[in-house]
């Protein structure tokens, strides 16, 4: 299209035409953006790397921006905040204390920002520091499965918390989480993003003597925050025989394998090895320092071990990972070696002698039939395919008389309106239209307005979701 001089334009394309003495060619045809500037086809004699500059964060996703802009630290209630009891074993022993809001212990708090138990759809960025609800049924149920890890075999302390996208579920995994640290002779392994084991995203490499695939960058992640967050108690626990870490990479340089520390009986703690693995993670394989950890804690007795995952149905809907092996075809998840583990402990074929194992399903994946069946919520169906039913994921999650479900329901109306109480207090509801006018029609009835505004977002929250009930208490809608 041709632009004229006085604005209208002539639907028609530029053509470069090659004459000779016996024809005329057509070589190609342009549009006139091409021909007025003439720089579609030139390629760029230097490269400007300040196009590829990182943003202010602005281009991330609304949880992820939250998060990043760090807006709690906004949030003026500490006042209200530090009035708050400790959540704590004596707190959900005190009945009075049901259905109450709770703060968690400074030091606690460090420990679970470490463990990930904080995720972005939780909306903890409303407070200045993460509260919680002592749920009078959740919250006690979680403790007696507590009480009942502190001197049994983890194998017979196995539970899952199922039930609602929205309910609470990694909120009471919080909660157990807190109650663990809280014991000083309690180790704790939380694993808060299954997904990042199956989603293809990092290194992975076929060992040749376990024929299991190796992830280093995985491995090192998960023994750095096991570290951080244990660091006393594994300086207490050596090791049960001499050990030397084995290479990332198989190689015929003697003087790499002759340089590679050994660990002594007795002498050596699990925080050295942990620590050494770490430092020299470019040629140790740290997979099988993990795999080592773990065996020396299912050895000793002196300490309580837990194992937290959160969204553990990713695995069962990624049980085809997005791993692809040389002939190209998807990798079946327990072909993992961190997985395939972490799984043996699941079922109870390595279990520790004291402690236990918590997982929890999440909304953000498909549940399908492999856990339903598991804990006998459905009965199964033999015809079903492999992505709607693992059958050999079932009969391992079925070892050892099978996993125990606690199935989370929605908030009831007495939990809503202690919440809702606090949200006033806290100043966090701006969304809600004539508030002031309403409790002048109640003749300033505060308990009578609180009564119903109560009953009102049990309705809105799809009777009591505890994350839609939040939505509906802060988001506005224009």
Known sequence: MIRLATGRSINRSVKIVASTATSTTQVRAFTNSSVNYGKSFSKKSTYDSSKNKKGSGKDLNFSKLLIKSNFKSKAKDQEIINTYENFSINSINNELNNNKIFKYNELILKKLYISGSFVSNQYNELYSKPITLLRELETNKILEFFNNTLNNESKKNR???????????????????????????????????????????????????????????????????????????????????????????????????????????????????????????????????????????????????????????????????????????????????????????????????????????????????????????????????????DKNFTNKLNLNNGLKNLKISNFNLPQIKSLMNEFFKLNLIHNEYNLNENLINLNNDNELFLNKFSEKKYIISGNGNPRSLIKSCVFSYV
């Open 159 to 389: 539970l899952i918390l199922t039930g609602e996208s929205g309910s609470g579920k990694s909120t009471l995994i919080t909660q157990f989480q807190s109650l663990v640290l809280e014991n000083e002779n309690s180790i704790l392994l939380p694993l808060t993003n299954t997904e990042s084991l199956v989603n293809g995203k990092f290194d992975f490499k076929l060992n040749q003597e376990s024929n299991l695939y190796d992830q280093q960058r995985i491995s090192k992640n998960l023994l750095r925050k096991f570290k951080s967050l244990n660091e006393d108690n594994l300086k207490k626990i050596k090791l049960s025989n001499d050990y030397t870490p084995k290479l990332e990479s198989p190689t015929n340089s003697s003087s790499i394998s002759n340089g590679l520390q050994t660990f002594q009986k007795n002498e050596s703690n699990l925080f050295e090895l942990i620590e050494y693995s770490l430092k020299n993670s470019s040629k140790i394989n740290n997979t099988l320092v993990f795999v080592k950890i773990i065996e020396e804690l299912t050895i000793q007795s002196n300490f309580n071990i837990y194992l937290t995952i959160d969204n553990f149905n990713a695995l069962t809907q990624f049980s085809m990972t997005n791993y692809r092996d040389t002939k190209n075809k998807f990798i079946y998840f327990q072909n993992f070696q961190i997985i395939k583990t972490l799984t043996d402990l699941i079922s109870g074929e390595l279990s520790f002698k004291k402690g236990g194992i918590l997982l929890s399903t999440s909304g953000l994946y498909k549940n399908n039939d492999t856990i339903k069946i598991a804990i006998n919520e459905i009965e199964p169906n033999h015809y079903s395919k492999f992505n709607e039913w």
